[in-house]
């Protein structure tokens, strides 16, 4: 690490109120993701300011703190400002091409994504893909988190030993291009650390077109509660459907359209757009270090999340592709689906691919189809709609069942699950309790 930064009072009082300062930023704009975001970028001012020696005259820590929270509070006026104005010519920005800087301004981009990445490639390499995926594709921290398999502070900590190796690289191509020859082209027009890694961004994104690749051109975060079908047309025409106590995360950049689910189930209706795929991301999908990739080829399709880490993908039109990642993001497993098949990964890893009989998401319509299917996993699956708690006895979770479950009359059901399985049902103190014959 630099001296500059190890003797930056600014740097030190932000690592101390580092908590603090998200549960600020989060207070102010209504979102723990945008907070971690922001903390990030209010750190890249400070280090930029201690990379050029501009740091103000503060008497004790308590004034060191005040600047930190009043440059965290003008980057939220700041972003809030610029996304307006994003929402507002996003359409017309999606077919412009963007303007090509100058040679020497390409140049100086270029040598400083290269000493960013060549910083970034002697980091661990969980730390450097969090870095990258975060920070350049934009992706959520606690989706990261749990494709990783680790807690959200770990997946902070990887983003605060990138972001210093990046800054170390940073004043070190700095202190290079001071000390280049006056020849060299405009070395007066270097950037920022802030301008560099917020716009121009990294090598893999190829120089000046770096923004428009990097920030989302429309985003939204979803969820629903308990016995709540919501229904959402996107800006593309698609349409999306999501399930009662599900959660998912909406990113449209340039070059692709992503989703992230992360609890529940959704049914996608997607209008094909060769130039921008439609990808939906399940992390931690059968196992904490797995993920899976749904890539669209034009479609109509539903993802469940099943109990216990398991995936449920249907077809109804079209065709998707599924990728089976590691921990690594490096692809296990690929496979194809048509219209009429069913997938389906368990908890455990087990495939399994049938053809379809029954309409796709069925919960669309008030119901719910089970297969062979566990009791404990066809309750949870109801729970989301039962206006009580169910406990299921654990001698009794594993008898398996099939047939059609209308959701208005789910309470139904549990009274007559004694007619369909070896149990007993009844309602105990206000909760439903499911158990063996010999049991209540």
Known sequence: MPVGVLQSPLLASFRECYRDLLRYLA????????????????????????????????????????YVFTMARNLVVDRQRRMGVVQRHADAQAGQQPQAPDTAEALMYRQAMDAV?????????????????????????????????????????????????????????????????????????????????????????????????????????LATGHGQILRRSLPDGSGLTLDAQSRLQLAYFAGRRSVALLQGAAFFDVVRDAARPFVVDVPGAAAADASLRITVLGTRFGVERLPGGGVDVQVEEGRVRIERLDGQALVLSQRELVAGEAWRMSAGGEERLTRQPQPVAPWRNGMLVFADTPLAEAVERLRRYLPRPVLVDASVAGLRLSGQVRIAQGEDFLRALPDIVPVRSALVGGRWEIAPLRKL
């Open 117 to 221: 990445q060549a910083a970034l490639a002697g980091l661990p390499e969980r730390a450097r893909q969090v870095f990258v995926r975060h920070r350049v594709h934009g992706e959520d921290q606690a989706a990261l988190a749990a494709c990783y398999g680790v807690s959200r502070n770990m997946i902070e900590r990887d983003m605060m030993q990138a972001m210093d190796c990046v800054q170390a690289a940073m004043e070190r191509w700095h202190a290079g291009s001071v000390a280049a020859p006056a020849h060299s082209p405009r070395v007066g027009r270097r950037k920022s650390l802030a301008a560099l890694l917020g716009i121009a961004g990294l090598g893999s994104l190829g120089g000046w077109q770096a923004w428009r690749a990097y920030m989302p051109q429309w985003q939204q975060q």
């Open 27 to 66: 207070h102010r704009t209504g979102s723990a993701d945008e907070a971690r975001d922001l903390a990030h970028d209010t750190w890249l001012r400070l280090a930029d300011m201690a990379q050029q020696g501009s740091q103000p005259a503060l008497q004790d820590g308590g004034e060191a703190r005040a």
